[in-house]
């Protein structure tokens, strides 16, 4: 029986995998760089310097540290404009009936995001009260595709890796949730989740029926 779900939060609970590309979109093209949306899938997931690093690859730049930093920096602050404007309204369709169902079957929920930002965005959802555990980005050494966010996760609601469904939009996420031991509900395009065990087009999928059988896996 399935004892816990352990949540992705950009991409997932609300639009800010939207922000995050705009914000970047602004970078690349300061720095003369082409980034399209397919560029960014591979951005998903990935923490800030990693997301940066990979935005220079692409444009064949290299950086000192110093100036790496600034950048980071800038799209840090973009990235916050966005977010500042943000409310419960920008909660995706299906979410908090998602969670009164988990609650009402005894699910421990948690939140695994690799933003620094993730404590800002469940304020401004004001969703913070929904998580038994929430992870947090400071804590974690290793970033997804690492299994750590996910294990710590579950380690924290003290329920077994492989009685927890991790929940991502994330090709590195997915990859994490499977090195961790989980079943791995993908949302999005079950193209460009071939690791996940089932993809859904969205959180608003995940209807009674479904979650009734995910829960007896
Ligand atoms: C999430 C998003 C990534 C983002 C990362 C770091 O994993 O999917 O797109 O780069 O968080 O976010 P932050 O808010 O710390 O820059
Ligand atoms: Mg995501």
């Known amino acids: 029986m399935i004892q816990a779900f352990i949540f992705d ?4 609970l609300t639009d800010t995998a939207e922000y995050h590309f705009l914000a970047w979109k602004q970078l690349a ?6 980034f399209s949306r397919a560029d960014n899938e591979l951005l998903k997931g990935v923490d ?10 692409l444009g064949q730049k290299q950086l000192s540290v110093d100036e790496k930093l600034k950048l980071a920096e800038q799209k840090n602050t973009e990235y ?3 977010v500042e404007r943000m409310s419960p309204a920008d909660l995706f369709p ?5 969670f ?7 699910v421990k929920t948690a939140l695994a995001s690799a933003s620094k930002n993730a404590a800002l965005v469940l304020q401004k959802l004001c969703i913070p009260a929904l998580f038994d555990y929430v992870a947090d980005s400071n804590l974690i050494k290793n970033g997804k595709p690492d299994p750590e966010i996910f294990l710590t996760c579950a380690q924290a609601l003290g329920v077994a890796p492989e009685r927890c469904i991790g929940v991502e939009d ?4 997915v990859t994490a949730i499977k090195a961790a031991g989980m079943y791995a509900l993908g949302i999005g395009e079950p193209h460009a ?18 979650l009734t059988k995910l829960l007896t896996l």
């Open 9 to 12: 939060l950009d991409g997932v």
């Open 29 to 34: 093209t300061q720095l003369g760089i082409e």
């Open 170 to 173: 994330a090709p590195a996420g």
């Open 80 to 82: 916050l404009k966005l």
């Open 100 to 106: 009164s169902s988990l609650k009402a079957a005894g």
């Open 48 to 57: 800030r310097m990693g997301s940066l690093e990979l935005i220079l690859q």
């Open 193 to 210: 989740l071939t690791q996940a065990d089932l993809v859904i087009p969205a959180v608003s999928a995940l209807d009674q029926p479904l």
């Open 94 to 98: 299906g979410v908090l009936p998602l």
